[in-house]
T-cell receptor, first 117, second 109 residues
Framework: EPEVTQTPSHQVTQMGQEVILRCVPI?????FYWYRQILGQKVEFLVS????????KSEIFDDQFSVERPDGSNFTLKIRSTKLEDSAMYFC???????????????FGPGTRLTVL | QKEVEQNSGPLSVPEGAIASLNCTYS??????FFWYRQYSGKSPELIMS????GDKEDGRFTAQLNKASQYVSLLIRDSQPSDSATYLC?????????FGTGTRLQVFP
């Protein structure tokens, strides 16, 4: 069964450093998302991406964040200058608008645990 | 601010019992509703989606939706210890998921 994959599973970085989190969405999906979950808190939306551009972003997704689809398979989240409060699990998700059952069901990857020291 | 509310639990049920998980949402215009299961340290795993008022059954799981009351529930029949996890209710708003805080379910043998 196709699945969303994410690398790395765990990333440790120093405050102020740049990190890039990588995702490979399900191959025929066209909508891509990033969410994050701070330990003990709810899953929060960061950004959605369709047709090579951001379709929506939350107020968390400030100028320090960017997303890119550099090729036909990868979808990346970059944090330019990490802060302590960026420590969280980051989940990538994708959905397929073309299925007959649902156009909005999102499937999640296993996540990247980001630790900022 | 569009909200999804859940009781954080824990909800403790004996093995074989029915577990009932509840969720309310604030946006009356919401059309798509989801239940995800999340084991500790893992990602959300889709259990069910529901779009119409009434019940939707899938194996041991039944989702119930009442749009007039802005209420979604998940019933788990014949609960197993492996069902012990946090259950997340989520609602679509534009194209993003709005999650509740989740209800922690504990199934004891």
């Amino acid at each position: 069964e196709p699945e969303v994959t994410q690398t790395p599973s765990h990333q440790v970085t120093q405050m102020g450093q740049e990190v890039i989190l990588r995702c490979v969405p399900i191959s025929n999906h066209l909508y891509f998302y990033w969410y994050r979950q701070i330990l003990g808190q709810k899953v929060e939306f960061l950004v959605s991406f369709y047709n090579n551009e951001i379709s929506e972003k939350s107020e968390i997704f400030d100028d320090q964040f960017s997303v890119e689809r550099p090729d036909g398979s990868n979808f990346t989240l970059k944090i330019r200058s990490t802060k302590l409060e960026d420590s969280a699990m980051y989940f990538c998700a994708s959905s397929d608008p073309g299925t007959s059952t649902s156009t909005d069901t999102q499937y999640f990857g296993p996540g990247t645990r980001l630790t900022v020291l | 601010q569009k909200e999804v509310e859940q009781n954080s639990g824990p909800l403790s049920v004996p093995e074989g019992a029915i577990a009932s998980l509840n969720c309310t949402y604030s946006d009356r215009g919401s059309q798509s509703f989801f239940w995800y299961r999340q084991y500790s340290g893992k990602s959300p795993e889709l259990i069910m989606s529901i779009y119409s008022n009434g019940d939707k059954e899938d194996g041991r799981f039944t989702a119930q939706l009442n749009k007039a009351s802005q209420y979604v529930s998940l019933l788990i029949r014949d609960s197993q210890p492996s069902d012990s996890a946090t259950y997340l209710c989520a609602v679509i708003n534009t194209d993003k998921l709005i999650f509740g805080t989740g209800t922690r379910l504990q199934v004891f043998p």
